[in-house]
């Protein structure tokens, strides 16, 4: 059953200093019901390291939940329950439908992070419909992973594949493929990067 952790003081939302209850909302067949709630003492911390471990005794009421919902939080406490992988929403209201809209762009974020995963595994140009041709998007691969360089996503793939043709849509060609005389490389500029034909050079 999908659970929500809503923090409160006395049953009201409240910034999450002020909290000192917590009620796990679960969804179950004719809506959200309180399945279990505890009581706390507000966090009164003084330093990092108190505050941090008062945080973590009122995240572990949480466990089992998917996200935490409480009318704003930052600093600390965000740090604690971002860490443990709880979704954290601040809103005004904690009714059926503020549950079932963090349910959803909580399934959202989880497709987005399912296709970014596929994108990172599958970094590398893919084949055309036509045998031999060969095509990758740089600039886009590279906007929605950063982290990804023009090295690990065409090294392997010149060096184990073999092709007739690369097309590439680049802002620029990479400098160490550039350098590398064993590729023959025809640029030619377009509205939104460098469109460049890659083929093995020629003996």
């Not at 466990?63 to 406490?77: F, M, Q, S, Y």
């Not at 349910?103 to 036509?130: H, Y």
Request: proline letters at 5%; hydrophobic letters at 35%.
């Amino acid at each position: 059953m999908d659970q929500i952790a809503v923090y409160t003081r006395e049953g009201e939302l409240a910034p999450f200093y002020d909290c000192n209850m917590v009620t796990i909302y679960e969804k179950q067949e004719n809506g959200w019901k309180p399945a279990r709630e505890a009581s706390f003492a507000p966090i009164k911390g003084t330093t990092v390291k108190e505050q941090r471990e008062e945080v973590q005794n009122t995240a572990a009421f949480a466990e089992g939940a998917k996200a935490i919902l409480c009318k704003e939080i930052n600093g600390i406490p965000y740090s604690v329950f971002d860490r443990k992988g709880y979704g954290i929403f601040c809103t005004e209201e904690a009714d059926e439908d503020t549950f079932d809209g963090v349910l959803s762009d909580l399934e959202e974020s989880d497709e987005k992070k399912r296709i970014r995963s596929e994108m990172v595994k599958n970094a590398g140009p893919a084949q055309t419909q036509t045998p031999g041709i060969y095509f990758l998007n740089l600039l886009e691969l590279q906007k929605e992973c950063p982290e990804i360089s023009s090295k690990k996503a065409l090294a392997p793939f010149l060096s184990d594949t073999p092709f007739l043709e690369l097309h590439l849509v680049c802002a620029h060609i990479p400098p160490w493929l550039s350098m590398d005389s064993a590729y023959e490389k025809k640029i030619r500029k377009e509205e939104g990067g460098l469109y460049v034909t890659i083929t093995k050079s020629r003996c």
